[in-house]
């Protein structure tokens, strides 16, 4: 695979949030609003594209036995840079709102997925390009749900009213089960447009695992509270 295709599955075709479904407690935790989730992507952007690289390098001197410790050594290296970075010249506000998840990020699946399944085993270049592609996508994915839930809640978009006349706040969007169906119906938008795209191919469309009625047992659940 060539590293511009390294770098651009990330954005859709393997994206971390609306296709691997990786990532989900802080996509659905910090996109309250659209600067948030910036901020939440970014962060994870540079520990994934600092962590790939260096994993890459070193990867062939770590031995097989403790090479999840040594991963997230580095990992966790690179989040407390960020952190300290944050702490230093981003907006309070900000460093506030996203909290405990910076540090998590050291635990976030996406980084530790990327690291063990993909950095270990390539090159440097394509370690990079996959670190940055993936943290691009995930930055992508956390802002634009966030502009949604910011502005069904409020009326805004980073922090800048947009519908002046919206006095009283829409709690919905803000919570956590707002963001649950938000979250859902972009999945579905998304599968909707790949089953387009693979019928005007004449191609075969297989959804994505979990995401399809083969995978559902939602159905047998209900039938058997019946019974």
Same mark, same amino acid.
């Given at each position: 695979?060539?590293?511009?295709?390294?770098?651009?599955?990330?954005?859709?075709?393997?994206?971390?949030?609306?296709?691997?479904?990786?990532?989900?407690?802080?996509?659905?935790?910090?996109?309250? $609003? +659209?600067?948030?989730?910036? &901020?939440?992507?970014?962060?994870?952007?540079?520990?994934?594209?600092? $962590?790939?690289?260096? /994993? =890459?390098?070193?990867?062939?001197? *770590?031995?097989?036995?403790?090479?999840?410790?040594?991963?997230?050594?580095? /990992?966790?290296?690179?989040?407390?840079?960020?952190?300290?970075?944050? #702490? =230093?010249?981003?907006?309070? +506000?900000?460093?506030?709102?996203? &909290?405990?998840?910076?540090?998590? /990020?050291? !635990?976030?699946?996406?980084?530790?997925?990327?690291?063990?399944?993909?950095? +270990?085993?390539?090159?440097?270049? =394509? $370690?990079?390009?996959?670190?940055?592609?993936?943290?691009?996508?995930?930055?992508?994915?956390?802002?634009?749900?966030?502009?949604?839930?910011?502005?069904? +809640?409020?009326? $805004?978009?980073?922090?800048?009213? *947009? !519908?002046?006349?919206?006095?009283?706040?829409?709690?919905?969007?803000? =919570?956590?089960?707002?963001?649950?169906?938000?979250?859902?119906?972009?999945?579905?938008?998304?599968?909707?447009?790949?089953? @387009? #795209?693979?019928?005007?191919?004449?191609?075969?469309?297989?959804?994505?695992?979990?995401?399809?009625? @083969?995978?559902?047992?939602?159905?047998?659940? /209900?039938?058997?509270?019946?019974?």
């Amino acid at each position: 695979m060539s590293v511009f295709k390294e770098f651009t599955k990330g954005l859709w075709k393997e994206n971390p949030v609306l296709v691997l479904l990786l990532g989900t407690c802080p996509t659905l935790a910090v996109t309250s $609003s +659209s600067l948030n989730g910036m &901020g939440m992507g970014l962060a994870t952007t540079f520990v994934l594209f600092g $962590s790939n690289v260096v /994993i =890459s390098l070193i990867a062939g001197i *770590v031995p097989k036995k403790i090479r999840i410790p040594v991963y997230i050594i580095v /990992i966790a290296t690179f989040v407390t840079i960020i952190e300290l970075l944050m #702490r =230093s010249y981003a907006p309070e +506000s900000l460093y506030n709102a996203l &909290g405990i998840f910076i540090p998590l /990020i050291v !635990v976030n699946c996406i980084v530790l997925g990327r690291a063990e399944a993909f950095a +270990s085993k390539n090159g440097v270049l =394509s $370690s990079a390009m996959d670190g940055l592609g993936m943290g691009i996508g995930f930055t992508l994915v956390l802002t634009f749900l966030g502009m949604i839930r910011e502005f069904l +809640s409020t009326g $805004s978009l980073f922090d800048v009213k *947009v !519908v002046t006349a919206w006095t009283t706040d829409f709690l919905l969007p803000a =919570s956590a089960p707002g963001a649950f169906i938000i979250v859902g119906v972009l999945l579905a938008g998304m599968n909707y447009l790949n089953y @387009r #795209r693979a019928v005007k191919n004449h191609e075969r469309y297989i959804p994505p695992q979990g995401l399809d009625c @083969r995978h559902c047992h939602i159905c047998r659940i /209900i039938d058997n509270d019946k019974d």
